[in-house]
């Protein structure tokens, strides 16, 4: 079953590429000129100079791909439907929802030199507000599939590990990128694109938005949390793992 058929609709209207995020995940594809994009969504983050082959199994994703994007073919990170060669692979914010994250990984190892995975370390995101204080279920789900500390494993325990802090105005609406826009989360249709929120049980997502929203008109919120608005960027969390 397609996860994205109702998740991914609208999905490229609020997870649009943003270019400080671009820049970190360039440089960790280093020289590499041919670059398999690995569960690719609606092609965010494909580098224009380089030559790139996306692999998403959502036909609702695919739609979604601009007339700019690389060419791409249906298939899942377990059994990718390519020989390799390529100088580069990369896996951006979706190795959560692979089926076989070890299996997922020998693959990308398989068919590439280098190896470029973006995720996140579920303990420092469970600390974040958003988080800790309206949706803790999200981190407990979370520590069940592809922690940090499984794809570390699974390159070996080599890889490198690089933070990736979210500017405070980021435009890849993905779960932890509203830090400072609290607001926002009260937006049905920026959830939409947060598969962590949109997963959650019904009743579970509107108590934690009810609370949200309870604590942002009470100034509860910012009595919390203020000190966060003078800052430009964060750390909640998320990493790139570079192996080769």
Request: glycine share 10%; with cysteine; net charge positive.
């Given at each position: 079953?397609?996860?994205?058929?109702?998740?991914?609709?609208?999905?490229?209207?609020?997870?649009?590429?943003d270019?400080?995020?671009?820049?970190?995940?360039?440089?960790?594809?280093?020289?590499?000129?041919?670059?398999?994009?690995?569960?690719?969504g609606?092609?965010?983050?494909?580098?224009?100079?380089?030559?790139?082959?996306?692999?998403?199994?959502?036909?609702?994703?695919?739609?979604?791909?601009?007339?700019?994007?690389?060419?791409?073919?249906?298939?899942?990170?377990?059994a990718?439907?390519v020989?390799?060669?390529?100088?580069?692979?990369?896996?951006?914010?979706t190795?959560?929802?692979?089926?076989?994250?070890?299996?997922?990984?020998?693959?990308?190892?398989?068919v590439?030199?280098?190896?470029?995975?973006?995720?996140?370390?579920?303990?420092?995101?469970?600390?974040?507000?958003?988080?800790?204080?309206?949706?803790?279920?999200?981190?407990?789900?979370?520590?069940?599939?592809?922690?940090?500390?499984?794809?570390?494993?699974?390159?070996?325990?080599?890889?490198?590990?690089?933070?990736v802090?979210?500017?405070?105005?980021?435009?890849?609406?993905?779960?932890?990128?509203?830090?400072?826009?609290?607001?926002?989360?009260?937006?049905?249709?920026?959830?939409?694109g947060?598969?962590?929120?949109?997963?959650?049980p019904?009743?579970?997502?509107a108590?934690?938005?009810?609370?949200?929203?309870?604590d942002?008109?009470?100034?509860?919120?910012?009595?919390r949390?203020?000190?966060?608005?003078?800052?430009?960027?964060?750390?909640?969390?998320?990493?790139?793992?570079?192996?080769?």
């Amino acid at each position: 079953m397609d996860p994205y058929r109702e998740l991914g609709v609208g999905y490229s209207t609020v997870r649009r590429p943003d270019p400080r995020i671009a820049r970190a995940v360039w440089a960790a594809l280093g020289d590499a000129r041919s670059v398999l994009n690995v569960g690719a969504g609606a092609g965010s983050y494909e580098p224009a100079d380089r030559a790139v082959l996306a692999v998403e199994p959502s036909a609702v994703m695919v739609r979604q791909r601009g007339s700019g994007a690389a060419p791409v073919v249906r298939g899942a990170a377990e059994a990718l439907p390519v020989r390799g060669g390529f100088d580069a692979a990369m896996a951006l914010l979706t190795v959560h929802h692979w089926r076989d994250l070890a299996a997922g990984l020998a693959e990308l190892r398989r068919v590439s030199r280098r190896q470029v995975v973006l995720t996140w370390d579920v303990e420092v995101m469970a600390r974040q507000w958003m988080i800790a204080e309206y949706f803790p279920q999200v981190a407990e789900r979370e520590r069940g599939l592809a922690t940090l500390d499984a794809v570390v494993a699974g390159f070996g325990g080599a890889a490198e590990v690089r933070p990736v802090e979210v500017p405070w105005d980021c435009s890849d609406g993905f779960l932890a990128a509203y830090w400072r826009r609290p607001e926002a989360y009260l937006d049905e249709r920026v959830r939409a694109g947060m598969s962590g929120i949109a997963r959650l049980p019904p009743e579970v997502a509107a108590a934690g938005m009810a609370r949200l929203a309870g604590d942002l008109r009470s100034g509860a919120w910012h009595r919390r949390h203020g000190g966060l608005l003078g800052r430009e960027q964060l750390d909640v969390g998320y990493r790139l793992v570079v192996a080769s």
